[in-house]
Nanobody, 115 residues
Framework: VQLVESGGGLVQPGGSLRLSCAASGFTFSRYGMSWYRQTPGKERELVAV????????NYADSVKGRFTISRDNAKNTVYLQMNSLKPEDAAVYYCGALVFSRYYWGQGTQVTVSS
């Protein structure tokens, strides 16, 4: 199982970013996917989840209405569209998946929100 995030970077408050997570090594279309984030000294925080078909999504209260999780099962990729970014959204963002009874993480992608 391999998860590779991309799309992070520096953005001004109020701006947008789209994160991608390319998955391989398992049948992507059969598994739910998640995005988490973590800042130094804090525990990893669940941001958004999506079911295997993409039919159901759920979000942390802190990002509801601003972030959208989606997936393309033909491309084995899950996305996180982040709009109206705030300084408190700055973190390393990870995608994750529970596969074969083990939780897998990508290496993370840094999101910095600053003027």
């Amino acid at each position: 199982v391999q998860l590779v995030e991309s799309g992070g970077g520096l953005v001004q408050p109020g701006g947008s970013l789209r994160l991608s997570c390319a998955a391989s090594g398992f049948t992507f279309s059969r598994y739910g996917m998640s995005w988490y984030r973590q800042t130094p000294g804090k525990e990893r925080e669940l941001v958004a989840v999506i079911t295997s078909t993409g039919g159901v999504t759920n979000y942390a209260d802190s990002v509801k209405g601003r972030f959208t999780i989606s997936r393309d099962n033909a491309k084995n990729t899950v996305y996180l569209q982040m709009n109206s970014l705030k300084p408190e959204d700055a973190a390393v963002y990870y995608c994750g998946a529970l596969v074969f009874s083990r939780y897998y993480w990508g290496q993370g992608t840094q999101v910095t929100v600053s003027s």
